[in-house]
T-cell receptor, first 110, second 113 residues
Framework: TQLLEQSPQFLSIQEGENLTVYCNSS?????LQWYRQEPGEGPVLLVT?????EVKKLKRLTFQFGDARKDSSLHITAAQPGDTGLYLC??????????FGTGTRLQVFP | ETGVTQSPTHLIKTRGQQVTLRCSSQ?????VSWYQQALGQGPQFIFQ???????GRGNFPPRFSGLQFPNYSSELNVNALELDDSALYLC????????????FGPGTRLTVT
């Protein structure tokens, strides 16, 4: 059983549409991160959220950490083909061990 | 500033063989973490090395072992390879034993036949 479950697993949308990816757990995390990974490359850190209820914006991307620090969401406004990739949430549970989610593969068509 | 590099890029091994993967950390970083990413899944933490000492381990058997050198580069060794070991192996470097910001290398794609 994965500690961090992401949904949806796959998402295929047209350019200009909005989307939300969810990352859920029954456990509390001290911090949550979101990464994007493209084929042939390692994950690239997009954002870190550390406070329950925290919202961070990165251009068209909005990240939220749940009040109870058990879940997070990533919202993309007006998706572009360049947003295509594997989106991974990951969290720390008071240790040095980074736990990754199951991943959401996003495809944005022009 | 040089990023995280890994070698080799791809590797094909036979079941039962041994393999060594290498990682050079980003300049100024003293911590290296290794992850296994099976196809279509998120990375799984194998272990972390901080200043040449193991600093945490995930749920991987002892045939997965590692090493960190004085220049903070690192090796991942896997003995008695199994078919299920086929995966992308990622290393990530950071500064400090517990850091929020890890920088990942491009990975080594290992195929076990």
């Amino acid at each position: 059983t994965q500690l961090l479950e992401q949904s949806p697993q796959f998402l295929s949308i047209q350019e200009g549409e909005n989307l939300t990816v969810y990352c859920n757990s029954s456990s509390v995390f001290s911090s949550l991160q979101w990464y994007r990974q493209e084929p042939g490359e390692g994950p690239v850190l997009l954002v870190t959220v550390v406070t329950g209820g925290e919202v961070k914006k990165l251009k068209r991307l909005t990240f939220q950490f749940g009040d109870a620090r058990k879940d997070s969401s990533l919202h993309i406004t007006a998706a572009q083909p360049g947003d295509t990739g594997l989106y991974l949430c990951a969290g720390y549970r008071n240790t040095d061990k980074l736990i990754f989610g199951t991943g959401t593969r996003l495809q944005v068509f022009p | 500033e040089t990023g995280v590099t890994q070698s080799p890029t791809h590797l094909i091994k036979t079941r039962g063989q041994q393999v060594t993967l290498r990682c050079s950390s980003q300049s100024g970083h003293n911590t290296v973490s290794w992850y296994q990413q099976a196809l279509g899944q998120g990375p799984q933490f194998i272990f972390q090395y901080y200043r040449e000492e193991e600093n945490g381990r995930g749920n991987f058997p002892p045939r997965f072992s590692g090493l960190q050198f004085p220049n903070y580069s690192s090796e991942l060794n896997v003995n008695a390879l199994e078919l299920d070991d086929s995966a992308l192996y990622l290393c990530a470097s950071s500064h400090g034993g517990a850091s929020y910001e890890q920088y990942f290398g491009p990975g080594t794609r290992l195929t076990v036949t």
